[in-house]
């Protein structure tokens, strides 16, 4: 028991010091002092970069746009047509499209699912007269290798179009505060962003209603 | 409560295969030991607890002391057992997602522990008898470990395999667990006996399974009866 506790004292002392706030330093301590065997692999490891929110793309150009609408009908009778709970909705959305085209772009990019490489199995596979059993497999893994860069293609463009709508909603409002502009017009505006952010979510349905080409 | 362990803690309980799939990525290691850490600190000290609330008084600090310990101590053997076998069985991962695994499967299991506890004590105090009580807490246990088993398949990767893989480190981590609670016995305490913290080491799990069996059978170890008959005479208790 001692012993046991002597190392978990060093390394509740070693472990700490690497965490950067007091609360982190004193969970880690504690961690470590009763169960270092468990810890000390865990705290030692390294995390995979985490994917923070990006600064460039279509999701930071959404975002920024929102931010921006926000802040120009704020305190202004506009604000009712883009009230804050609705735009963190928006956010939210935006951020689980993004996050899905991120997750396709590292699953498009895997060696296995190359669609050149796909096609030239598929093709050597005929020429060798392959059973017709290897050459469906084949030809599934193909179909899905496309319709995963489909998907992809789909969300990106969904993205990018709204990217551009929700620059134009803020250039109107921004229009509209100095200028004076049409409310029905703006709400129309605000209602397709809106209609376009639920939109997002619906990609991957859509994809999985359609029939094969 | 941080609503990150909070998340954690949920999504241990009602989302096993995110969990699975976060180690398997290597994401979120920390936060997931973390919160597995504080549920099985709990969860444990909950049920040891209720375990020694059969006997009462002394017994019931002590079962809630040394259960957290027999997690403890047991994760700490069978951890690089599951390193080594998934290395052995080709589907190998770094060290901190194998710790982080069993720690996420033995959390899952003390969260149930945690919510059995109040029926298992109520049980206890309607059904007195000391088999009963020992029926119920193994029973209790068994059933907290299913959940824990969930988890820790999913985590083992892809399915062809697996449950050989499952198995192997499951028969290792049942093994080392009966051994380690074996050594920090006693848990029910009979009513004959002593409330003690910790017995004097005596034999092995396997060596009373088997004496066990054989008693069941109606064979009995004659050697072991008398000195067990000889305490009981230097304790003054009746046969």
């Known amino acids: 028991m001692p012993m046991y506790f002597g190392v978990g004292a060093l390394a509740a002392v070693v472990l700490a010091r690497r965490e950067a706030t007091p609360a982190a330093r004193a969970t880690t301590a504690a961690a470590a002092l009763l169960a270092w065997p468990l810890w000390a692999p865990i705290a030692l490891s390294r995390e995979p970069p985490a994917r923070g929110p990006s600064t460039r793309g279509p999701e930071a150009r959404i975002l920024r746009a929102l931010e921006e609408a ?144 | 409560m941080s609503a990150d362990l909070s998340h954690t803690l949920t999504a241990l309980l009602r989302s096993p295969a995110s969990i699975a799939a976060s180690i398997t990525e290597g994401r979120d290691l920390r936060s997931i030991a973390r919160a597995s850490l504080l549920a099985l600190l709990v969860g444990t000290l909950v049920f040891g607890g209720v375990v020694g609330s059969h006997r009462g008084s002394l017994q019931m600090l002590y079962a809630a002391l040394k259960l957290p310990w027999v997690s403890m101590l047991t994760l700490a053997l069978s951890v690089p057992v599951l390193h080594g076998a998934r290395a052995a069985f080709e589907r190998p991962e770094p060290f901190a997602q194998s710790a982080a695994l069993m720690l996420a499967a033995s959390a899952r299991t003390a969260l149930v522990l945690l919510a059995l506890a109040p029926a298992l004590a109520l049980a206890l105090q309607v059904l007195r008898g000391y088999h009963a009580a020992v029926v119920l807490s193994a029973l209790s246990y068994g059933l907290a470990g299913l959940a824990g088993v969930g988890l820790l398949r999913r985590g083992l990767g892809p399915a062809e395999g697996r449950l050989a893989l499952l198995g192997f480190v499951l028969s290792a981590h049942l ?45 009995y170890d004659s050697t072991r009866s008398k000195a067990r008959e000889a305490e009981r005479r230097a304790h003054g208790e009746p046969r």
């Open chain 1, 70 to 213: 926000l802040e120009a009908v704020r305190g202004t009778p506009l604000a009712t047509l883009l009230p804050q709970r609705s735009v963190e909705a928006m956010r939210a959305s935006v951020a689980r499209a993004s996050q899905r085209v991120g997750e396709l772009e590292a699953a498009v990019a895997l060696p296995s699912h190359d669609p050149e490489r796909a096609r030239r199995r598929l093709e050597g596979l005929e020429a060798e007269g392959a059973s017709s059993r290897t050459l469906a497999t084949a030809r599934v893994h193909l179909d899905n290798i496309e319709r995963l860069a489909r998907l992809l293609s789909r969300e990106r463009r969904a993205l990018d179009e709204l990217a551009d709508l929700c620059d134009a909603l803020r250039s109107q409002l921004v229009l509209a505060r100095y200028a004076g502009s049409n409310l029905h017009g703006i709400g129309d505006t605000v209602d397709e962003v809106a209609a376009r952010v639920d939109g997002l979510d619906g990609v991957f349905h859509l994809e999985e209603t359609e029939a094969p080409p």
């Open chain 2, 175 to 219: 093994l080392t667990s009966a051994q380690v609670a074996w050594g920090l016995r006693p848990w029910l305490v009979r009513p004959s006996a002593d409330v003690v913290l910790v017995r004097p080491p005596e034999g092995t799990f396997a060596e009373e399974l088997a004496r066990a069996g054989f008693s069941a059978a109606g064979i």
